[in-house]
């Protein structure tokens, strides 16, 4: 009896040991896996995107497989639209991606000098505002600086173009046999299966109204631009487009330096019909039409979104500052499919949805 009770006395310091340890070691697994991504960020960030074209291609190859198109001609027929729309979206930005950063000074300057003139403004009103504290926590060059370094981030990674289009190749020729493949290998393929198909279903669903949703949003803001005069049209379509991958903050992010070069190019009002474009478009698309289509669970807390934004960009650069939501959404997708990890998810979640967890459970066992 002495030794049962001691050995029960035991037992919950044990337990807590043992979860300590587990913790530090995923912790250490955290740290080892950044360090090893960011010091291999050349390698990292194609294969990331070729991952995700992969990804959204996937529908498409399983849909023309239906259609009794042999694999290397289906996987042929989506490469060569890829590259296809590469080709038109690099002659339609490059060169206006070159103007635009070779007269980046001359915004600059002119913003600057903008700034100067309302701060003068201002002080006949009675309101003194230092040029320090202007210059240094509110210089509005800066958001187009960002912009300009976002775009020629991406182009300098889409020079690696055919390094990524092989990885999409292999990628979606290895995704054919890889249910076969599973299936050999695991002991229970089924119950294993089963939370891995919900995992690519959810992940599927949310890249390709995301990536539709967003087309929509670079569409619309291309053309009000245009309307209204605004140079580099194209430019201000493709970043909407890009930031509209990162809710919440990628809006504004992306409206900021159109609403800016609008008001340097013509006046206050053109600028701020620019603003009320970009204020519509995300409204009825991001805030209305997007959440049906992806429902409550699909989503991320706002400081989620925020934190990853930060995350990201610090491991993988501009590049990573794109691919921050999506690579968060993998994670809280995979930690759903799993019944010890759930809670992860619902944490990293905009709000629980009762109904949708227990579906999901239901169809990963």
């Not at 896996?33 to 291999?40: D, H, L």
């Not at 003139?117 to 320090?132: F, M, Q």
């Not at 210059?135 to 800066?142: A, K």
């Amino acid at each position: 009896m002495t030794v049962t009770r001691a050995a029960s006395q035991h037992e919950p310091h044990t337990d807590r040991l043992s979860a300590g340890t587990r913790f530090l070691l995923a912790a250490a697994c955290f740290v080892i896996t950044v360090a090893g991504m960011k010091a291999a960020v050349s390698i990292v960030v194609p294969f990331l995107l070729a991952v995700f074209v992969a990804i959204i291609c996937l529908p498409a190859l399983l849909w023309l497989q239906r259609k009794r198109v042999p694999t290397v001609l289906a996987v042929l027929i989506i490469v060569i639209a890829i590259l296809v729309s590469a080709l038109l979206v690099g002659a339609l930005v490059g060169t206006s991606l070159n103007e635009f950063s070779a007269a980046l000074p001359e915004y600059q300057q002119r913003l600057r000098e903008e700034t100067a003139a309302l701060r003068r403004w201002l002080g006949g009103l009675g309101i003194e505002v230092s040029e320090t504290v202007v210059h240094d926590m509110f210089d509005p060059g800066i958001a187009m600086q960002l912009a300009a370094n976002m775009l020629t981030g991406l182009t300098g990674v889409l020079t690696r173009g055919l390094l990524i289009v092989i990885t999409v190749i292999f990628i979606l020729l290895e995704a054919s046999t890889l249910p076969a493949k599973l299936r050999t290998a695991l002991r229970d393929p089924e119950a294993s299966l089963g939370g891995f198909a919900l995992f690519v279903r959810n992940l599927n669903r949310y890249l390709a109204i995301k990536t539709v949703i967003s087309l929509i949003t670079g569409v619309a803001v291309g053309v009000w631009v245009a309307l209204l005069g605004v140079d580099y049209a194209v430019l201000w379509g493709l970043l909407a487009f890009l930031l509209n991958f990162v809710p919440n903050i990628g809006s504004i992010i992306a409206a900021v330096p159109a609403v800016l070069l609008a008001w340097l190019q013509s006046d206050v009002a053109t600028a701020a019909a620019t603003a009320v474009g970009y204020l519509v478009v995300n409204l009825v698309l991001g805030n209305l039409i997007e959440p049906r289509l992806m429902g409550r669970r699909l989503g991320l807390s706002p400081l989620i979104v925020f934190l990853s934004l930060l995350f990201w960009g610090w491991v993988l650069g501009p590049v990573g500052m794109l691919l921050s939501v999506p690579l968060t959404m993998i994670l809280k997708i995979g930690l759903e499919t799993n019944t010890d990890t759930r809670w992860v998810a619902v944490l990293l979640g905009s709000a629980p949805d009762a109904r949708a967890t227990r579906s999901d459970a239901a169809v990963a066992q």
